[in-house]
């Protein structure tokens, strides 16, 4: 049995960028735009004068104020997809762009399974990145979500990125009663993917606490398992919990089907300053990202073979 603990770095691809942040906001580049949104993370001072930030695009407070050359979407690549990008309520746009090393781990542990014939259950699925990265390394996959808007733009995502004709199932509804229908129904899935909420609801309005719900939804998935599964993947995003919490839960696993878990924080790495002599090295893969600081996002935990 082995634990690895470690922080997983998104660093800046052609079209996306993360260019500041400090005094609780973030400035990022999606493709050709550029948005400014809150975050309660970036806790230090900001680098860039206050007229580079009023360049932005668009920027968030209450609501949106976007200019009025900035489209209602647009589409940009990124991780291996091409995904639209969108600003809608609750700062979101999206894509969470910290997600793209799970990503990247999700398509290396199933093109690296013994068997072919892999069947992953993605709960709160949300836009579809990580379902649509298993889809592409060969796996079938069942996608969660309870929001319709959310699932209408995970299809989208999947047309844009040519994968509309892979075997993935779209399905709206509540992830703890389509997990306890999957128990009665006998079905078996080889991975699992989850990034519950602290709280939210359903479609038809189910209530959903994180502190009430997780575990008795943990103990579910567990029973879909199949006898040999390669993998099971926990994120938090606004859970406010430890990744060494994720990792108690995930014990089990261990326990009965042996293998590693790896729990951390995801992070992005804010666009390095020339001009400036701090660079501190962090390893992604098997290559080194430089960056000055990291913008922290969100722990994981997950369990593999």
Same mark, same amino acid.
């Given at each position: ?29 999606? =493709?050709?735009? #550029? ?22 695009? @668009? ?10 050359? +900035? ?50 259950l993605n709960l709160f699925g949300y836009? @579809? =990145?990580?379902? *649509? ?20 733009? $995970?299809?989208?995502? $999947?047309?844009?990125? =040519? +994968? ?26 080889? =991975? ?9 609801? @359903?479609?038809?309005?189910? *209530? ?5 719900? +997780? ?28 990744? #060494?919490?994720?990792?108690? #839960? +995930? ?6 089907? @042996? ?15 020339p001009k400036s002599e701090i660079q ?26």
């Amino acid at each position: 049995m082995e634990k690895i603990s470690k922080i997983q770095i998104t660093g800046s691809e052609a079209d996306y960028e993360l260019l500041d942040c400090g005094e609780g906001e973030k400035l990022e580049r999606f =493709g050709s735009f #550029v948005l400014s949104r809150p975050d309660p993370q970036a806790l230090w001072h900001k680098r860039s004068p206050v007229t580079e930030w009023k360049k932005a695009d @668009g920027s968030f407070t209450d609501s949106w104020n976007v200019k009025k050359t +900035l489209p209602d979407k647009w589409q940009i690549s990124f991780g291996g997809l091409k995904l639209w990008i969108r600003p809608s309520s609750f700062k979101h746009v999206g894509l969470f762009p910290e997600q793209s090393s799970n990503w990247e781990w999700l398509k290396s542990t199933i093109t690296s399974a013994p068997h072919d014939d892999i069947e992953v259950l993605n709960l709160f699925g949300y836009t @579809g =990145g990580a379902s *649509l990265a298993c889809a592409q390394a060969g796996a079938k996959v069942v996608h969660i979500d309870g929001s319709k808007v959310a699932l209408t733009w $995970a299809r989208e995502n $999947a047309e844009l990125s =040519g +994968l509309e004709k892979k075997p993935v199932r779209w399905i709206l509804d509540d992830a703890q009663a389509f997990v306890k229908r999957e128990v009665k129904r006998g079905r078996k899935y080889a =991975g699992i993917i989850m990034d519950p909420p602290a709280f939210g609801h @359903g479609p038809d309005n189910e *209530l959903w606490k994180i502190e009430e719900n +997780l575990l008795l939804l943990i103990d579910d998935c567990l029973k879909i398992l199949a006898d040999k599964p390669i993998f099971f993947l926990v994120n938090g995003y606004s859970s406010g919990y430890s990744a #060494v919490a994720y990792e108690n #839960v +995930l014990k089990p696993l261990l326990e009965k089907f @042996g293998g590693k878990i790896e729990i951390g924080e995801l992070a992005i790495g804010e666009t390095r300053n020339p001009k400036s002599e701090i660079q501190d090295k962090s390893e992604i893969g098997n290559s080194t990202f430089e960056s000055e600081r990291l913008l922290p996002c969100g722990i994981f935990a997950r369990w593999s073979q």
